[in-house]
């Protein structure tokens, strides 16, 4: 099993790489341990590039064998903030940046074996760039005000991990990059405050510098700054003794490069310093192969193939200028690739890296954040004052509905963009729904409802709200209700509960059971039947088992009174009710109401996948809102294999054998249903009523499944509950217990048929 992991210096820093990993492989059972070292489960994995030459330099004359030498060059490239070049850019509210990576030049001999250590990364701010301005991308830095916290955060890592750090910023001074650099610059000041002086910066421009003395300038004019040279030499490298494994000296800090794909002007700049710092080892042993043509030629291959390796991860082609860094000439071969490089770049980022994004984002994983949709309840959105009960006012919705549209426009790293697909408001309750933009037109037949419960049915202070959807060709259906308040009054709940089952309805005869996925996000109002100071202290300990044993809803579920057949996911966070407003302390008022978990979300549906169940902690109400994230499977439907198939049945049905007519051949075919419970079908010279001892017994009657679903190709799911009145549930218990005549008339006329009661409350079975 792989993973890509963000790696770090080799150096005595830390060699946190395998960190994580390493720890979990320590604290487990020794030959469990060794069992897992032989299945190679744990593989490390790097995205990046790795090039290694071996090569023989002139050796001292005294002894005038040559020297075997190696030089290598490995790139690690993050994975925390991966992506390609116009998806992903600047920083997340995490530090992590875009394209950074790690790379480390590594030179052995029988003697020593020298590491050096620099980074790269796009500037720590929140900036994008749109790529289908081709040619001509213009730079918009989000958030301005709000990003000094990720800054900081990203060079208290780097400085955490390798000690000093002194950032090369490359960009130009055209108005474009310019605003990039000052917000750099005054983001980087602050940050010297907070994180001391082993921060600093050299802005460098580079396309100024090419533009007025070509590139062989650029070496030159790095090699006269006091600042680079200075760091340089502060800096120094990582060196071991290669008999004795000591460590010699230890690089003291880092160089943080970049410009604005932190790609070829990078580069170039990364391979000057590597062999800046080189040069400063060979003065130290081995003077004579500062000369050495064989060494430097590997030297610029190697960051050669590094720069290509790394654009194609991040722009889909190789890094421009270098066959300068091969060669050391500009050539117009060169010119002309690095042209064709420039089209190539155009044409993939606009119309191949948004595929390849998403790709890199699932493989990580990196989509949890961007659902397809959200869903929000809301309960006493507005004051419960008659005027309000009378005339719903849907300002305070519509509200919340733009500062929601707002929140997750501004959201960092933002990808897709969000629309409302459906509001719906009874009073104070309220139900959102926002989905992806791109989605819109694969989610048909939107409805929403409500089902008032407060006195009687003709309040809406209590009651439930209901949006249901079908996304492609399955069917959600999503509640949001506040049910009766009171710490006795279960069975008023249980009643509410029942009333919005049976007399919430969409169109078409639609109703709460007609669909595949159900999802209630609810005031529920149920409590914990113990006492106030037991509550409070088993919640204070995170004990949570002995509060969900006496749990109302808990209990209302195991009876099947409410939310038979339904799921809720582990409880694992304290009672969300109530606190004093704007506190995380539970109730100090008079009443000192009892904790609870009165905010609950429970589903049903085969589909779904509970992922994430907890609450928020805010204090915003007397209540911690409570949310849940889950993973459903949806089912698509081949349009033409459907008409195909259709067509297919219809002309089987249809079709008639010799001497066979269709009324013939349709009374012969039947469901494959169970019938030996019930009685004859009705002719035209009987009904199935008149049975031959006049009635078909009442206990016959309710053996059978009022409450099966219509489709007979579709076994029963758990029933929902119904809730019918007490009028009509008294008279029909009455009617059961009414003697059968011990001579019942013999039917001699086709009677009509004996209604059933209005409704009754069944016996209910939840889901196996």
């Not at 064998?65 to 992506?83: D, F, H, M, Y």
């Not at 605003?179 to 600093?200: C, F, K, M, P, V």
Request: proline share 5%.
């Amino acid at each position: 099993m792989g993973s890509i992991i963000e790696t770090s210096s080799s150096s005595c820093k830390g060699f946190t790489v395998i960190k994580g990993k390493h720890t979990f492989r320590r604290k487990i059972y020794p030959l469990e341990r060794d069992d897992l070292d032989a299945c190679q489960f744990i593989i490390l994995a790097i995205q990046g590039y790795v090039g290694v030459f071996t090569m023989a330099l002139p050796a001292p004359p005294i002894d005038g064998s040559p020297t075997v030498a190696t030089l290598a060059l490995i790139s690690r490239l993050g994975w925390k903030r991966a992506g390609t070049r116009f998806n992903t850019r600047g920083v997340d509210d995490d530090g992590n940046t875009a394209n950074f990576v790690e790379t480390e030049t590594i030179f052995t001999t029988d003697q020593h074996c020298v590491s050096y250590v620099q980074v790269r990364g796009s500037v720590p701010l929140f900036w994008e760039q749109q790529g289908l301005q081709t040619f001509g991308q213009r730079i918009q830095i989000t958030r301005p005000h709000a990003s000094q916290p990720a800054f900081e955060r990203h060079l208290f890592q780097l400085m955490e991990e390798y000690g000093s750090i002194h950032a090369i910023n490359l960009l130009g001074q055209k108005e474009n990059e310019a605003s990039l650099t000052n917000a750099y610059a005054r983001h980087l000041q602050i940050a010297r405050a907070a994180l001391g002086d082993e921060l600093g910066i050299t802005h460098f421009d580079f396309h100024n510098a090419v533009r007025i003395g070509g590139h062989e300038s650029v070496v030159r004019e790095l090699k006269r700054m006091e600042t680079i040279v200075d760091h340089v030499d502060k800096f120094g490298f990582t060196m071991c003794d290669a008999t004795s494994d000591e460590l010699v000296t230890d690089q003291k800090g880092v160089f943080r490069t970049n410009c604005l794909d932190c790609l070829d002007r990078t580069n170039f700049v990364q391979d000057i310093l590597s062999r800046t710092t080189l040069e400063q080892y060979l003065l130290l042993v081995r003077r004579e192969w500062l000369h050495s043509n064989t060494l430097w030629t590997h030297h610029r291959e190697l960051w050669a193939e590094n720069g290509d390796a790394l654009s194609r991860i991040y722009a889909g082609t190789g890094a421009l200028n270098t066959s300068f860094t091969r060669s050391g000439k500009r050539t117009l071969a060169g010119v002309i690739s690095d042209a064709t490089k420039s089209v190539s770049r155009a044409y993939i980022n606009n119309f191949q890296d948004k595929g390849k994004q998403v790709a890199i984002d699932m493989f990580l994983p990196l989509m949890k954040t961007r659902p397809d949709m959200f869903v929000l309840g809301f309960q006493e959105i507005v004051p419960l004052t008659a005027q309000q009960i009378v005339q719903t006012d849907p300002e305070k919705r519509r509200v919340w509905e733009n500062k929601i549209l707002a929140t997750l426009d501004r959201r960092p790293q933002k990808k897709c963009d969000y629309v409302l697909l459906r509001s719906e408001q009874l009073v104070g309750t309220a139900l959102l729904i926002l989905v992806k933009s791109e989605l819109t037109a694969v989610i048909r037949n939107v409805e929403g409802t409500s089902r008032k419960t407060g006195l009687r049915g003709m309040s809406g202070n209590k009651g439930a709200v209901g949006i249901r959807l079908d996304y492609h060709d399955t069917s959600f259906c999503f509640l949001t209700a506040h049910l009766a308040a009171g710490h006795s009054n279960v069975e008023e709940r249980n009643a509410d509960y029942r009333t919005i089952v049976n007399g919430l309805h969409f169109q078409k005869g639609k109703t709460i059971q007609s669909h595949e996925n159900v999802i209630w996000l609810a005031d529920t109002n149920y409590r914990i039947d113990l006492d106030n100071a037991t509550v409070r202290a088993l919640a204070e300990h995170d004990d949570f088992d002995p509060l969900f044993a006496a749990d109302q809803l808990r209990q209302a579920m195991d009876l099947k009174a409410a939310f038979a057949g339904y799921e809720e996911g582990p409880l694992l966070f304290r009672p969300t009710y109530r606190y004093d407003l704007g506190t995380d302390v539970y109730d100090t008022s008079e009443k000192m109401r009892i904790p609870a978990w009165t905010d609950r979300i429970l589903h049903r549906g085969n589909a779904l996948d509970l992922a994430v169940y907890s609450r928020a902690e805010l204090r915003g109400s007397d209540h911690k809102p409570v949310f849940a994230r889950y993973r459903a499977q949806v089912r698509i439907v081949d349009p033409v294999k459907k008409a195909t198939l259709s067509r297919m049945l219809l002309e089987s049905i249809v079709s008639t054998g010799p001497g066979e007519s269709l009324d013939e051949k349709l009374a012969n075919l039947t469901l494959p249903t169970d019938t030996t419970e019930l009685p004859p079908p009705s002719t035209d010279e009987k009904s199935w009523w008149d049975t031959a001892g006049g009635l078909v017994p009442i206990a016959e009657i309710l053996k059978l499944d009022l409450y099966r679903g219509s489709n007979p190709f579709v076994s029963p799911a758990a029933s929902l509950s119904s809730s019918p009145s007490s009028s009509d549930e008294e008279l029909y218990s009455h009617a059961l217990t009414l003697q059968t005549p011990m001579a019942p008339v013999q039917a001699t006329a086709r009677r009509p048929a004996p209604p059933p009661p209005r409704s009754q409350k069944p016996t209910e079975t939840s889901d196996s």
